[in-house]
């Protein structure tokens, strides 16, 4: 083991900079569940943070777009955003290259991955630590999938970067949490920015609760796109997270939030 | 057509604060750099955020250009609706308009 935790987490901009316009009662009790996944991963004794992020064109872009990335730096600025936009203000967090370089030659035993020795952190990464590691206090790892827009790599790929980001995480001697962020069913950033499928969203958590790598992968580009969205590209992520821990999954908490243009959710898988 | 080079305009534009001091300047010259369409130069320097969006431009690039330009959330969101409902639907790119004129899903 070196794989201490495996969670996934929801990461809209709206979380944070729209924190104003949303209801108390559903806002409040989403950072509470936050919150105890911080507190989760710091009971769990985690050094290092692994996040599996799809980000949105901040650092990787059309001319020359990875499926899989790997941040092989000893410290990443962020936010990219305006911070006054995003209301979590610029920071530098700290890396390990030596410890990326190890992860990353582990994972490209099956996997094939971009590496990166410079990246600037977007919302898809500052909302998570802006709950896990208020303070920079663990080493961090960014990883990427891209899934933003096709051609996308496929679901059981996404399970097969999980695996070997287990594997990796095994063979190190740091203690490592790990955390799959990315939407659910949303239609981000366009006028459909508040639409949520929930009906989509609890069946695909049910799947992903189950860990079962045939029913969390059973879903076509074209399924998703049409019930989850563009944003539903993302369960790619939380697939990788799922894939990690091996085991089932918990959900600490799913609600709709409109106006963080997303289903929320907090969930944590078993280490097996 | 060229949304590749409409959007790697925005793109650059969003992580690069020298091309954004640039743009400030003579947003024209920086539009100069790339191939753009008549219409697509149009919306950009405009700047027509619902043009941009019919146009196929990413949300993901295209809020922060409309946050760039000091264009408030709700107005973002009512930009693109009032784009479709006068260029008509979107041309290209990932999306489609799945939500009527006058819903507002999320409240704004």
Known sequence: ?272 | MSLYQLQKLLYQLNRDPALQADFITDATAVADRYELTDEERRAVLEPDIGLLYVLGVNGQILMHFAAFMRIEWADYLQRMRDGVRQHGPIRAGVYAMTTGYDDKVAGV
Not at chain 1, 134 to 156: F, M, R, S
């Open chain 1, 1 to 272: 083991m070196t794989l201490v935790f495996s969670g996934i987490c929801s990461h809209g901009p709206g979380i944070t900079g729209r924190a104003d316009m949303a209801p108390p009662e559903l806002r409040d009790p989403y950072y509470a569940a936050y919150r105890g996944m911080r507190d989760a991963i710091r009971a769990a004794g985690a050094e290092v943070l692994i996040v599996v992020a799809a980000e949105h064109f901040a650092n990787f872009f059309m001319d020359n777009m990875p499926a899989y990335a790997i941040g092989a730096a000893d410290h990443y600025d962020g936010p990219i955003e305006d911070p006054e936009w995003l209301r979590i203000p610029r920071q530098r967090m700290r890396g390990d290259a030596e410890l990326s370089r190890r992860l990353i030659a582990e994972v490209q035993q099956t996997v094939d991955v971009a590496y990166a020795e410079e990246w600037k952190f977007d919302h898809g990464i500052m909302v998570p630590l802006h709950f896990l590691d208020p303070d920079n206090e663990l080493t961090v790892i960014p990883a990427n999938i891209n899934c933003q827009g096709p051609p996308l790599t496929p679901l059981h790929r996404a399970y097969a970067f999980g695996r070997a980001l287990r594997r990796a995480a095994d063979k190190v001697p740091q203690r490592i949490a790990l955390v799959g962020t990315g939407g659910i069913s949303h239609w981000p950033c366009t006028p459909d920015s508040g639409r949520i499928n929930e009906a989509w969203d609890r069946e695909f958590l049910a799947r992903w609760a189950s860990g079962d790598e045939a029913r969390m992968t059973a879903y076509t580009d074209a399924e998703t796109y049409a019930d989850g969205g563009q944003g539903g590209y993302e369960i790619r992520t939380l697939i990788a997270a799922a894939a990690a821990a091996g085991g089932k999954g918990h959900i600490d908490f799913y609600q709709p939030i409109p106006i963080f243009s997303t289903g929320c959710v907090i969930g944590r898988s078993e280490i097996v």
